[in-house]
């Protein structure tokens, strides 16, 4: 029997100093990520998301499967009918869905039923997880997959300079209509990306990490 078709590991990029000062240096980056709500309308060009959309793109997936789709919209009319849909299922979720434990952790982050960033942000990516293939095939570890390479683009989405919110307005079907996505595509996160607005404001509670040896395990 044949053995896989190897070939040989490409060079990695050269971060030009030891793993230890290379792996520092690039967490004082991701550190300094927000999720902001309140975005400018400053554009960004396809190029520039074309490229956010590669990296997340080369995330890895079970068997290779790539079970994915980014759907990019910068049309105004169809960022109006999102934030018509959003809203619609935020006022749901914060009047009747949500308990009350849900509301009082929420109220640190000030966050409404009022969605206008989905309008003002120049562009926004609906991540779809697909549950089959676009051959039809089968496809492993959806969430996993999916949620590594949207972490993977929210990390390039940053180191571009742009800002990002990861939104998840529940439940997410009317995206599929809005998009004209077939059932097989399921919505998993929507992204709205840009600079933020002149004085944009983050909430404070949103900047605090629980301390490392709370998170982190050495055995
Ligand atoms: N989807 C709602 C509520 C919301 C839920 C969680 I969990 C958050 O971390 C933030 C918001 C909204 O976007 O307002």
């Given at each position: 029997m044949q053995g896989p078709d190897l070939?040989?590991?490409?060079?990695?990029?050269?971060?030009?100093c030891e793993p230890a000062a290379a792996a520092r240096s690039f967490c004082e980056v991701m550190q300094k990520?927000?999720?902001?709500?309140?975005?400018?309308?400053?554009p960004v060009s396809k190029e520039t998301i074309e490229w956010i959309v590669r990296t997340a793109h080369a995330a890895p997936s079970g068997a290779n499967k790539q079970p994915w789709r980014f759907v990019c919209v910068q049309d105004p009319a169809i960022k109006r009918q999102i934030r018509i849909g959003a809203e619609k299922e935020e006022r749901e979720f914060y009047e009747r869905r949500a308990n009350d434990t849900w509301l009082a952790d929420l109220a640190p982050l000030g966050t409404d039923s009022n969605?206008?960033?989905?309008e003002t942000a120049p562009w926004l990516i609906v991540v779809?997880?697909?549950?089959k293939g676009d051959d039809g095939?089968?496809?492993?570890?959806?969430k996993e997959s999916v949620?590594?390479?949207?972490g993977m683009l929210l990390a390039a989405a940053h180191l571009a300079g742009l800002a990002t919110l990861t939104h998840t307005p529940s439940p997410m079907a009317f995206l599929n209509d809005i998009l004209g996505r077939p059932k097989h595509e399921r919505p998993y996160l929507l992204i709205p990306i840009g600079h933020p607005a002149p004085g944009c404001m983050?909430?404070?509670?949103?900047?605090?990490?629980?301390?490392?040896d709370q998170v982190m395990v050495v055995v």
């Open positions: 070939v040989p590991l490409p060079a990695r990029h050269d971060p030009g990520r927000r999720s902001i709500r309140d975005f400018s309308d400053r969605k206008p960033f989905l779809f997880q697909l549950t095939g089968q496809v492993y570890y959806l949620g590594i390479a949207c983050v909430p404070r509670a949103a900047m605090q990490r629980r301390p490392l």
